[in-house]
Nanobody, 120 residues
Framework: QVQLVESGGGLVQPGGSLRLSCAASGFTFSSYLMKWYRQAPGKERELVASITRFGSTNYANSVKGRFTISRDNAKNTVYLQMNSLKPEDTSVFYC??????????????WGQGTQVTVSS
């Protein structure tokens, strides 16, 4: 059974930091492209960061220099370190696992989300 379980969300003051974790099970984690998305109330889901099987990363412009995505294939876990948090970062953060074969998405798994609230 495939599972992606996010943790680490919560309430933090502006300028603070949080580290999100996403623990994966039920599939070959090391073969998957891993992503973090977020969705704020009334807004569309937005891609925040991604990390390939080989460790190459990409970030949304809005989080570059503040967020860092990483993965530990031995622990089947992907992380999102978030620093210098702003009120506009307030969202539900979702973990996503994608397996692409010959340019076609074969598997696409989602976690249940974790709430991040940035407020004083």
């Amino acid at each position: 059974q495939v599972q992606l379980v996010e943790s680490g969300g919560g309430l933090v003051q502006p300028g603070g930091s949080l580290r999100l974790s996403c623990a994966a099970s039920g599939f070959t984690f090391s073969s998957y492209l891993m992503k973090w998305y977020r969705q704020a109330p009334g807004k569309e889901r937005e891609l925040v960061a991604s990390i390939t099987r080989f460790g190459s990363t990409n970030y949304a412009n809005s989080v570059k220099g503040r967020f860092t995505i990483s993965r530990d294939n031995a622990k089947n876990t992907v992380y999102l370190q978030m620093n210098s948090l702003k009120p506009e970062d307030t969202s539900v953060f979702y973990c996503n696992a994608v397996r692409i074969v010959n340019g076609v998405v074969r598997d696409d798994y989602w976690g249940q989300g974790t709430q991040v609230t940035v407020s004083s």
